[in-house]
Structure formats: structure tokens, C-alpha cells
């Protein structure tokens, strides 16, 4: 899964991961858990919490089954990242681009959601903003799907894309 903060993306990947019966790896409370840690803020911790994520994710792999990763996945290093893994596992890698085309509704609900994990700061709108600018152009195939639309009708092109991929 990717998309900005606030789009819907964590909503949608734990839909897909209960009609797959897949677990969902996500980035934002492997971070929160190191800052909780006491690992300073000022340190990487997001790559560390894509990297943590990625470890958990290889080992669910080993075991024959589906895993679903949860993070804005921004930049090309982070989507290189999952290529890399599907390729170490032999598995074949589907990515889902989650966006909003109504920015009012995407401010709504980022400024609106209450996700409760502990130590975890939530974006402003003016760090999606930067975030957004920072979005580099995708060059790998995968399904865009837009919350403007509702969940049951995302959570059936998004499993139509990933049995497309068996």
C-alpha cells in the first residue's frame, strides 16, 4: 500500500488484509515504538521503521503467506526496497496507490482521524503538503485506487488487481 498520509490507505489495507486473511505490516507504529523506545527523533527513525517493517514482512514471506505493507512509500528507495524482497521470496509484488482527488475530504479526515497509536504524532496538513511535493513519479505497474469512492467498492478493484497478479 502507499499513498500520502490521510488518504485512507491504513483503512484499505486492513480491509484487504481481512479479506485475505493477510496480516498488515504497518510503518507509522514500528516508528512510534522506537521513538517510545527512546530512540531520539532526531535519528532516521523512519527508515529504520521501513527497514523493521521489511524484516517482519521477509519473515511472513518465509512462511508461504500474503503480507501487506502499510506506508506512504513516498520515494523510489523505499518502492525499491519491496521489489527487492518479492524478488528475494520468489513472490510476485502488487502495489496499491491510495489517493484522495478531493483535497477538502482529505484534509477532513486528516485532521479528523484519532488512530491511537501511542507516542505517535500525526501529520499536519502542511507536512502532507510537504510530503506531496517530495512524491516521486512511479514507474512500477499498480492499481490507483481513489476514497472519494467507497470502501466496498476499493476493496473489490484492489482484489481483483491482486488475483490478476496469481
Same mark, same amino acid.
Given at each position: 500500500?502507499?499513498?500520502?498520509?490521510?488518504?485512507?490507505?491504513? +483503512?484499505? $489495507?486492513? #480491509?484487504? !488484509?481481512?479479506?485475505?486473511?493477510?496480516?498488515? %505490516?504497518? =510503518? /507509522?507504529?514500528?516508528? &512510534?515504538?522506537?521513538?517510545?523506545?527512546?530512540?531520539?527523533?532526531?535519528?532516521?527513525?523512519?527508515?529504520?521503521?521501513?527497514?523493521? +517493517?521489511? $524484516?517482519? #514482512?521477509? !519473515?511472513?514471506?518465509?512462511?508461504?503467506?500474503? %503480507?501487506? =505493507? /502499510?506506508?506512504?512509500? &513516498?520515494?523510489?528507495?523505499?518502492?525499491?526496497?519491496?521489489?527487492?524482497?518479492?524478488?528475494?521470496?520468489?513472490?510476485?509484488?502488487?502495489?496499491?496507490?491510495?489517493?484522495?482527488?478531493?483535497?477538502?475530504?482529505?484534509?477532513?479526515?486528516?485532521?479528523?482521524?484519532?488512530?491511537?497509536?501511542?507516542?505517535?504524532?500525526?501529520?499536519?496538513?502542511?507536512?502532507?503538503?510537504?510530503?506531496?511535493?517530495?512524491?516521486?513519479?512511479?514507474?512500477?505497474?499498480?492499481?490507483?485506487?481513489?476514497?472519494?469512492?467507497?470502501?466496498?467498492?476499493?476493496?473489490?478493484?484492489?482484489?481483483?488487481?491482486?488475483?490478476?497478479?496469481?
Amino acid at each position: 500500500m502507499a499513498g500520502l498520509p490521510g488518504v485512507g490507505k491504513s +483503512a484499505l $489495507a486492513e #480491509a484487504l !488484509g481481512g479479506a485475505l486473511s493477510a496480516p498488515v %505490516v504497518s =510503518v /507509522d507504529p514500528i516508528e &512510534a515504538a522506537l521513538w517510545r523506545a527512546g530512540v531520539e527523533r532526531t535519528q532516521p527513525t523512519g527508515l529504520a521503521a521501513y527497514l523493521a +517493517a521489511e $524484516a517482519v #514482512a521477509d !519473515g511472513v514471506l518465509a512462511l508461504g503467506q500474503t %503480507v501487506i =505493507v /502499510d506506508a506512504v512509500n &513516498a520515494v523510489e528507495p523505499a518502492r525499491r526496497q519491496w521489489r527487492a524482497l518479492a524478488a528475494r521470496q520468489h513472490v510476485r509484488l502488487a502495489f496499491i496507490e491510495v489517493v484522495c482527488s478531493s483535497p477538502d475530504l482529505h484534509r477532513s479526515r486528516l485532521e479528523q482521524r484519532v488512530r491511537g497509536i501511542e507516542g505517535f504524532e500525526e501529520p499536519d496538513w502542511n507536512a502532507v503538503e510537504r510530503l506531496r511535493a517530495e512524491y516521486e513519479p512511479w514507474i512500477d505497474r499498480r492499481l490507483v485506487l481513489d476514497t472519494v469512492a467507497e470502501m466496498p467498492a476499493n476493496l473489490k478493484q484492489a482484489l481483483e488487481f491482486v488475483a490478476g497478479l496469481r
